[in-house]
Structures are given as C-alpha cells and as structure tokens.
C-alpha cells in the first residue's frame, strides 16, 4: 500500500472512531438527565426543611409543634396535725415536778373511770378521756380518734387516717380522708385532691391554676406570665401565649402560628399525689401520777423510821404537792424478797405509813391513805435468770410509792 492510501485509510478510521464516540456521548447523556434531576431534589428537601424547622417558634425547652406537659402540683405538708398531737394527752405530770432524790412519772391504771376536780378530767383507765380547761377541750377516745380545741384551733382526727384542721386566725383549713383525697385552703392556695388521681390546684401568690382529669387531659394556666395550655389526654393540645400559639393535632402535626410542621404528640396528664396519712392520737396513757422514792433514800435496811437525811426530802416533796393543790394522793410501800411474806408485808405497811406521817407534818393538806404491799409488786426480778442474786432489781423493789390520781 502506497502512503497517500495508508494515509486515506488512518483518517475515514479516525473519522468513524470520533462519530462512534460522540453517538455514545450523547446516548449517555440522554439517559442520565432524568437520574441527576431526581437525586437533586431528594438531597434538597431536608435542607429546605431543617431550614424550615429552626425558623418556627417553640416553646422554650421544647421542639417546635410540642407542648409542655401538665405540672404535677405538690400536696403541701400537714405537719399542723403532727404539731398539735400532744395536746391530746391527758396527763397530770406536767403539775408535779422532780425534786432529788424522787422520780415523777405518768401512772398506768386499769379503773373503770376517774372524774376528779369538778369534772374537769374524766379518764376511763382504757386510754380515753375527756379534759376542759381554760379555752382548751380535748376529747381523746383512746382508738385513735378525737377532737381538740384550743382557741382559734380546731382539730379533729378520726383514727383511720382521715382528719380536719381549722386555723380560724390564719384561714387554714385542711380535711383529709383516709383514701388521700381532701382539700387544702389558705389565704391564697386552694387545693382538691380526688381518689382517682385528680385535682385542682390555684395559687393566687403565683397566678397558676390547674386542672388534672383521671382521663390524662389538663389545662394549665398563668395569669402572670399569660400561658395558657391545655391536653385533651389523647395526643392533642392547644398552647398560647403573647408570642406564641400551638395547635398540636395528635397525629404528628401541628400548626405553629399557623406554620404547619411535624410534632410529636401531646403529654398525657399524671396522676396528682395523694395526702399524707394523718396520725391516730395516742391513747391516754396515764389516769394520773407515781412518785417514786427508794427506800434507801427514806430508810435504813429493814427499818421503818424516816432517816434525818430523808426528811429534807420529804420536806421538798410536801410543797411540791402543796403547791400543786394536789387533792388527794395514795402512798404505797414495796419490799424485796428477801425474807418471809409477813415481815415483808408488815414493813411495807409501816413504811408507807411512816411517809404519811411526815407529809402531814410538812404541811401538806391533800387526803392521804397508806396500804402495804410487802414482796407482792415487783418492778424488777429479785434474781437473775440462773437463780443468783439480783441486788439491783431487789434494790429497785424496795420502794414507796405516791400515787397521785389525776386531777
């Protein structure tokens, strides 16, 4: 082949090669355009809407489109009943104080009933009892329940967990079942808790009030800050205020100052707390009061006679009670076991005995009667649990004992 024939031949390959390559070209393109249009667009839309999402208003806290939940109010504290329990024991202790050597404590009887000083006191020996005094009235019927008053005051309790309390100088009134549900008002809190989990709350110190169902539905309200919220308990709501109006639809949408976006749904509305148990009033202990004096303290061993350091004692103890208007006391006398039933017996009555005398002789005026009860009252053992002796229990029995009813 000549070279003007290779070189016809190089440039009609060359030629074809290029047209072939150019048909492939735009068979290419061809095909591809609608594929790169579609990606395009599927890329731009979550940034048009992310744009879209931080441009929307929210609550604060909260993403754009959702609403606060329903706050769950605090039952405030009833210490008021707590606090005021103690008035409902009957105890005449409090009138007779220690001097040394002697020890005061309430007294513990199984009587069927004690009325002393006009009637004031009245107690049944089963843990009730009744007492006036001044503008104080307690009745205490020793199951737990009872009533106080006391000036502005008054208290009643049922004994199953239920209570009221009525402050009339303060305006506090509380009343509360046993199944935690009650009402609570003060001057500017009003409170109602229902057994299902419902309530009402309006504080006029802070401006809220709101509104619990058992369903989950709620509203929310703040005359301060203007907010005004409510849940239909099932997804939806409504929020307002001055810069800001949400409808939340429940079905993942919801309106933004009329800016439709996506929203989770609305908070169901909790359950409000139930009040506190109010405490049962503790049953009346004491029907009145025993003084008890050591026999050391009054006597030497086996000896009946006051010793002279004891009548300084005795002397302290008469104007205790003198003072106290005590009306009328019992004196008591005990011994340990050492030795036989009717020396023990006839010490005790000459020791008790003996105590009388002197009280008389200090001045003091209430009735006194004596009664031995020899080796018969233990307060502790006489011996120990292997049959050895015991002398501290034994010191411990040998005693006398002034019983002073209440009055």
Do not use: W
């Amino acid at each position: 082949m000549s070279d003007t024939t290779s070189k016809r031949h190089f440039f009609h390959t060359a030629t074809a090669l290029t047209a072939m390559a150019a048909l492939f070209s735009l068979s290419a393109c061809s095909q591809s355009t609608p594929s790169t249009s579609t990606t395009t667009e599927a890329t731009q839309a979550p940034e048009a809407s992310s744009t879209t999402a931080t441009a929307v208003p929210a609550v604060a806290g909260y993403k754009p489109g959702e609403i606060p939940p329903i706050p769950l109010f605090k039952v405030p504290p009833i210490g008021v009943f707590a606090s005021n329990a103690d008035k409902a024991v009957i105890d005449a202790t409090s009138k007779i104080s220690s001097v040394p050597g002697v020890t005061v404590a309430p007294a513990v009887c199984d009587g069927s009933g004690l009325v002393t000083n006009g009637g004031n006191t009245v107690l049944g020996g089963d843990g009730s009892g009744v007492s006036n005094n001044g503008d104080k009235q307690v009745v205490n019927n020793g199951d737990g329940s009872g009533v106080i008053n006391e000036g502005p005051v008054s208290i009643v309790v049922d004994g199953t967990g239920g209570g009221v309390y009525n402050d009339s100088s303060t305006g506090l009134n509380i009343v509360i079942s046993a199944d935690g549900s009650g009402t609570y008002n003060s001057n500017t809190l009003n409170i109602v808790i229902s057994p299902d989990g419902s309530g009402t709350y309006n504080n006029s110190e802070t401006g809220e009030s709101i509104v619990i169902s058992a369903d989950g539905s709620g509203t929310y309200s703040n005359t301060k800050t203007s907010v005004n919220y409510n849940l239909d308990g099932k997804g939806a709501g409504v929020y307002t205020d001055p810069n800001l109006n949400i409808i939340n639809n429940g079905d993942g949408t919801a309106q933004v100052n009329g800016q439709q976006v996506k929203a989770d749904k609305a908070p169901t509305a909790g359950k409000v707390g139930k009040f506190p148990k109010v405490d049962s009033l503790k049953p009346v202990e004491s029907c009145g009061t025993t003084i008890t004096l050591e026999d050391g303290v009054l006597f030497d061993f086996g000896k009946s006679d006051i010793r002279p350091e004891a009548a300084a004692t005795l002397k302290n103890l008469a104007e205790v009670l003198t003072n106290a208007k005590v009306p009328l006391a019992h004196i008591y006398g005990h011994t340990d076991s050492i030795g036989d039933d009717a020396s023990n017996q006839t010490l005790s009555e000459e020791r008790a005995a003996a105590v009388v005398s002197e009280l008389k002789k200090d001045g003091v005026t209430a009735t006194l009667d004596s009664q031995g009860f020899g080796e018969s009252k233990p307060v502790a053992p006489n011996t120990n649990a292997d049959g050895s002796d015991n002398p501290a229990g034994r010191q411990a029995n040998r005693r006398v004992e002034i019983f002073i009813p209440a009055f």
